[in-house]
């Protein structure tokens, strides 16, 4: 019956007769619709394993990309993070070599600024000692000017030393302030009858720059305490450095004394040791200005860029 219902299609009036009561249909048509219902749902069958087969596949196919990518980004993450512990790593490396060398640069800075000071120390006191064993009171003074202009450059070296300013830089509120005080000293200027005040802005100053600065007020300061009191002459010696906002520095240098003598040319040869002063006002690139009444007022303007 098999072989029969393999080769012929199953009359069409029995799917219209399913209708009908079960008594109606013969055995043969039972046994015929039961063969078309077990063929249909095996076909159904079939074709629902296939799709769940097809699915199955699909939905393993795609597990196995999630997976793949799954993978992927944690490689991706587990790479990202070793080359951040890398980078981090050599960051801690490269900082410490930075402290090191800036460490030892402090050092050697600090060591070179303490031999200098030392060897200007030294030739100020082989000065002194030189001054000593002249007896003309007017090349002996010579000697100690010399003597005190070394000492205006060892200062700077020595604040420099105990500061350890690896810029290389000075601050002029403190140093003008020390070098006047050791001027004031050096010249054994009577306390009673002469004054000295300074007041400076707390400007960092370039080396070079402070240099120039401390030689220029010692220049000016020795000259005030040669000239300007004689007699016992009762009088201030006023020295002051302010910042102005345009850029530019302004050192004055002014005492209460007799003044200048008339006419004064500031730019003659030999005049109160003006050609010092004139050297290093250029070295600033600076200007200079002076007033002689009322005492004698000496104002260097020069721009902070050159520091």
């Known amino acids: 019956m098999n ?8 009359p069409d009036k029995l799917a219209h007769q399913r209708v009908r009561g079960i008594d109606n249909f013969t055995t043969e048509e039972l046994e015929l619709l039961q063969q078309q ?9 079939a074709l629902l394993e296939q799709r769940v087969r097809a699915r199955t596949a699909d939905l393993t196919q795609s597990n196995a990309v999630l997976l793949a990518e799954n993978q992927a980004h944690k490689q991706a993450e587990h790479d990202q993070t070793k080359l951040l512990m890398r980078e981090q790593s050599l960051r801690r ?15 050697l800075l600090r060591e070179v600024h303490h031999r200098v000071k030392n060897n200007l120390q030294v030739i100020a006191s082989l000065l002194d000692m030189q001054a000593d064993a002249i007896e003309d009171c007017s090349i002996r003074a010579l000697f100690e000017d010399s003597q005190q202009r070394i000492q205006a450059i060892a200062l700077i070296h020595e604040s420099l ?3 350890g300013d690896v810029r290389a830089h000075v601050n002029a509120g403190e ?6 005080q050791r001027l004031f000293e050096a010249y054994r200027a009577p306390s009673d009858r002469l004054t000295l005040k300074v007041q400076a802005d707390p400007v960092w100053l370039a080396v070079q720059t402070a240099v120039s600065c401390g030689l220029l007020i010692t220049e000016l300061v020795t000259n005030s305490f040669k000239h300007a009191f004689p007699n016992g002459l009762v009088g201030e010696i006023q020295i002051t450095l302010r910042q102005d906002p345009a850029g530019t520095c302004v050192l004055s240098v002014r005492d209460t004394g007799v003044g200048v003598p008339e006419p004064l040319e500031i730019h003659a040869p030999a005049s109160l040791g003006w050609p010092l002063v004139r050297l290093l006002t250029e070295q600033l690139r600076g200007t200079i200005a002076l007033e002689g009444y009322g005492g004698t007022t000496v104002t260097i303007t020069f721009p902070l860029s050159c520091s």
């Open 3 to 10: 072989s029969i219902f393999a080769h012929r299609r199953v």
């Open 37 to 45: 219902d077990e063929v249909a749902l095996h076909r159904a069958n």
């Open 93 to 107: 490396q490269l900082e410490a070599q930075l402290r090191a060398a800036l460490q030892e640069k402090e050092v």
């Open 161 to 163: 030393y105990l500061s």
């Open 175 to 180: 140093y003008l302030p020390q070098l006047s």
